[in-house]
């Protein structure tokens, strides 16, 4: 027969073993959950080093890909042109990038860094805008 401590290992198995199965909880950000695809081309990216800080790499391709008629600018209409022939690849994204031009490109948001970057402005609050209407397909949380 089975003793108490026979009793005890086993339940101890069988609780093991069952917590093993369950998801836990995680407080990542919530952006890791959203498969986003690259919305940059790769060219200009190609012609960009990783930079220190937050803004000089996305200025840099924000520079080569025409998207600011200068370093405080934003070229609304070719980022608005690039995002809408992005889509047309990424078709599943439209909501998506119709809130990120509503948001991001017919407003003038800041998104409060030490310093002014326009470009780190703008790619922030596309990113947050394509979080938001992030579809089904793309979602990985």
């Not at 190609?46 to 924000?62: H, I, R, T, Y």
């Not at 980022?79 to 994204?93: A, G, I, P, S, V």
């Not at 948001?109 to 805008?129: E, H, K, M, N, S």
Request: aromatic fraction near 10%; glycine fraction near 2%; proline fraction near 6%.
């Amino acid at each position: 027969m089975f003793s108490k401590t026979s009793y005890l290992l086993l339940f101890t198995a069988m609780v093991s073993a069952d917590l093993e199965k369950t998801k836990v909880v995680t407080l990542k950000p919530i952006s890791v959950c959203c498969d986003i695809p690259e919305l940059g081309d790769p060219k200009p990216l190609s012609e960009c080093q990783k930079l220190p800080g937050p803004c000089n790499d996305v200025q840099c391709a924000f520079e080569k890909s025409g998207f600011l008629v200068d370093t405080h600018t934003l070229n609304k209409e070719a980022y608005r042109t690039h995002l809408r022939r992005w889509l047309e690849t990424h078709q599943d994204w439209s909501e998506a990038v119709e809130k990120a031009i509503r948001d991001c490109v017919d407003k003038d948001l800041r998104q409060f860094l030490a310093y002014p970057c326009r470009a780190y402005d703008v790619f922030t609050c596309t990113g947050i805008a394509m979080l938001k209407k992030c579809p089904k397909e793309a979602w990985k949380c």
